[in-house]
């Protein structure tokens, strides 16, 4: 495994250990960089109107499109770690 991966992996379980829960901009933006660096750009459809949590998860991922998956790795662990302190 790659040090970035190492890193990445890592930051996923510090942000599950926070004192603090992030507000939720800090949270949208941890998912989609999360999204970003896991799987690539966004897929599947987008959820229904009314499915107001996942559309916006969508959407904040839908932004990094074509962001590259270790771009989107090096803010996730950046990200992470200035909320860990």
């Known amino acids: 495994m790659s040090d970035l991966k190492t890193q990445f ?3 996923k379980e510090t942000v599950m250990g926070l004192a603090e829960r992030p507000d939720n901009d800090t949270l949208l933006r941890l998912y ?3 999204k970003q660096g896991s799987e690539g ?3 599947g459809p987008k ?3 009314f499915d107001f949590v996942g559309n916006a998860k969508y959407e904040a991922w839908e932004k990094l499109k074509g962001m ?3 771009e989107a790795m090096k803010k996730y662990v950046a ?3 200035s909320l860990a302190g």
């Open 47 to 49: 959820p229904g109107f």
């Open 9 to 11: 992996e890592k930051a």
């Open 68 to 70: 590259t998956q270790d």
């Open 32 to 34: 989609a960089l999360y």
């Open 79 to 81: 990200l992470v770690k």
């Open 41 to 43: 750009d966004v897929n």
